[in-house]
């Protein structure tokens, strides 16, 4: 076992026993039962109620109507809107869980031990961006997943199965990066603040912005607009996918390169 | 070797250190002393690797000391609380001690550590001893320990002061940083006085100049005091014999052996005859290193 597998198995267990795993799904959970609620359940309840109860009829059927217009009864528009609580909120969550372990690690001084005892910075930094990265992502795409199972059966069926299996990984590789980065500019910057509103601004803000833009589909965040609208071609995905990579790499060299303070006085 | 020349820090334009010259021998015990703030854990973490110093040399051995290239326990050590005992320990023994787990397991429990409990459920006490445990548990050849002992009742400082004695037998140097004076006299070679970013003074323990209450200490001005120096004023003192002091222009004159130690009207009679010029005079009179360390402190 390398010196990398044994800072990841530490790691592993930090966001096992953290409750920052159960937090994850219990936010996604919500986010799907949110979206099929508004989308699937409550139109069909409303319709079926209708039926029984006539003089409830008006009400009820102004209500469908209503829900019809915004919620399409269409599954490739309400895993769009599942995408969008996704890249938004989850996301944004995601980077509040990863932006201050490295920074609270050197902060409590945690980090002296471990190096006096052989690792070194770049493992400790890998570890933890690989391990958050992939425990934060791989809910993120099987929810995507099961997601798109459970609205097949109550919704019109438009979405095959081969892209949602790439949509959902899509939005594995998406929340990944978004991770991946945090974690480097978390050691990079002196203020965590810079990293949130960094992060913040290119998941929350820049997907919107940029899409309209002539060279909107050639950026990472073009992953968002992507999966926000339910786009049918995925050979679209390779470049932002590319593009994500060579950042998440730049960084990574630039962290290792330059290393980051293990002591708290570095960082004033 | 520990070789530190001229080392200077720097935070923001301010200097913590401003300049300090250490020459620590293989398998000394070396005590660092100073006040709050005085730069202690910020040297230390410079001669541990974890830091860069702005300034200045800094080698052992004659090689550039490396990332974490010591054992090093810092003040109120920090762990990962979530992890039992025996997850760290195999965490940070590492690849290199695989199969050897359990020998280092056995010594936990031989510490009254129930090593399967999460650090978390540890005291403030255990939690240094399991600091001091780790740190040295793979015999290095440098450890460096920051206040070791600030936390621990008086059977743990008496179990931490047998390990350091321990290890200074095993020929490995130790340089030990804390506030309780006591422990330091009782395992230190040497000690230095940390004090607006400098050592402002350097003593030996073993040195017979702090063995007694009656020497007398003369500062010299307008000499250099070398050796030639001290030896020209023993040629010329009768009952005394001088040795160079701690601190710059400082001699200490100590009784000759057989002569009454209450004679201080024949010391001031011998050193009248001096051809140096002395800027002061007093007796040396230290009873232990609290008082040296307020003295050297407070100058």
């Known amino acids: 076992m390398s010196r990398l597998s044994l800072c990841m198995k530490k790691d592993r267990n930090e966001f096992l026993r953290s409750k920052k795993l159960g937090v994850s799904i219990v936010f996604l959970v919500a986010f799907m039962a949110f979206v099929l609620a508004l989308t699937a359940v409550i139109p069909r309840l409303t319709q079926l109620i209708s039926v029984d109860i006539e003089q409830l009829a008006s009400g009820i059927t102004a209500m469908v109507d209503f829900l019809k217009n915004y919620f399409p009864q269409i599954l490739s528009e309400s895993m769009a809107f599942y995408s969008t609580e996704i890249g938004l909120f989850y996301s944004i969550l995601a980077i509040a869980f990863s932006f201050s372990v490295l920074p609270k690690e050197i902060k409590s001084g945690r980090l002296i031990l471990p190096i006096c005892n052989g690792y070194q910075q770049k493992e400790i930094f890998l570890s933890k961006q690989l391990v958050y990265s992939t425990f934060c992502s791989v809910p993120a795409g099987i929810s995507y997943f099961i997601y798109y199972l459970i609205g097949s059966t109550f919704l019109e069926n438009d979405y095959s199965i081969g892209l949602a299996l790439i949509s959902a990984l899509a939005t594995t590789i998406n929340v990944f990066s978004i991770v991946a980065i945090t974690i480097a500019l978390s050691v990079t910057y002196k203020h965590s603040a810079l990293v949130i509103i960094t992060m913040g601004l290119s998941v929350a803000a820049s997907p919107d912005l940029l899409f309209f833009l002539p060279f909107g589909k050639f950026i990472p965040t073009y992953i968002f607009t992507y999966l926000n609208y339910s786009i049918n071609d995925p050979m679209q995905l390779i470049i932002p996918i590319v593009e994500y990579a060579v950042i998440i790499l730049l960084l990574d060299i630039l962290v290792i390169k330059r290393k980051f303070a293990v002591v708290v006085d570095e960082r004033r | ?299």
């Open chain 2, 1 to 299: 070797m520990i070789f530190l020349e001229n080392v200077k820090k720097e935070f923001k334009g301010n200097y913590v250190l401003k300049g300090i010259n250490l020459n620590i021998q293989d398998g000394e015990v070396y005590g660092l002393v100073g006040r709050n703030g005085a730069g202690k854990t910020t040297l230390l973490n410079i001669i541990a690797g974890i830091s860069q110093c702005s300034e200045g040399t800094c080698k052992v051995n004659n090689e550039k000391i490396p990332e974490g290239g010591f054992s090093y326990l810092p003040d109120l050590p920090s762990f990962y609380d979530y992890l039992s005992i025996e997850e760290y320990v195999e965490f940070l023994l590492g690849t290199d001690y695989k199969g050897k787990k359990e020998d280092y397991i056995q010594a936990l429990e031989k510490l009254n550590f129930k090593t399967n409990a999460k650090i978390k459920s540890l005291s403030r006490g255990n939690r240094q001893k399991l600091g001091i445990y780790v740190a040295t548990m793979k015999n290095p050849g440098i450890v460096l320990l920051d206040e070791p002992t600030s936390a621990l009742d008086p059977v743990g400082r008496r179990e931490v002061m047998e390990l350091i004695k321990q290890l200074k037998n095993g020929g490995t140097t130790v340089i030990l940083s804390t506030h309780i004076l006591a422990d330091l006299e009782v395992v230190c070679d040497k000690i230095g006085f940390l004090n607006e970013g400098y050592i402002a003074n350097e003593f030996d323990l073993n040195s017979p100049v702090l063995e007694n209450d009656c020497d007398y200490e003369l500062n010299i001005s307008g000499e250099t005091v070398d050796e030639a120096f001290v030896e020209k004023l023993n040629s010329q003192l009768v009952n005394f014999t001088a040795k160079k002091g701690f601190g710059v222009g400082n001699v200490v004159c100590k009784p000759k052996d057989g002569v009454d130690k209450n004679i201080q009207q024949t010391f001031l009679d011998e050193i009248s005859k001096l051809t140096c010029s002395i800027s002061s005079i007093k007796k040396v009179s230290f009873l232990n290193l609290e008082e040296l360390m307020v003295e050297v402190l407070t100058k």
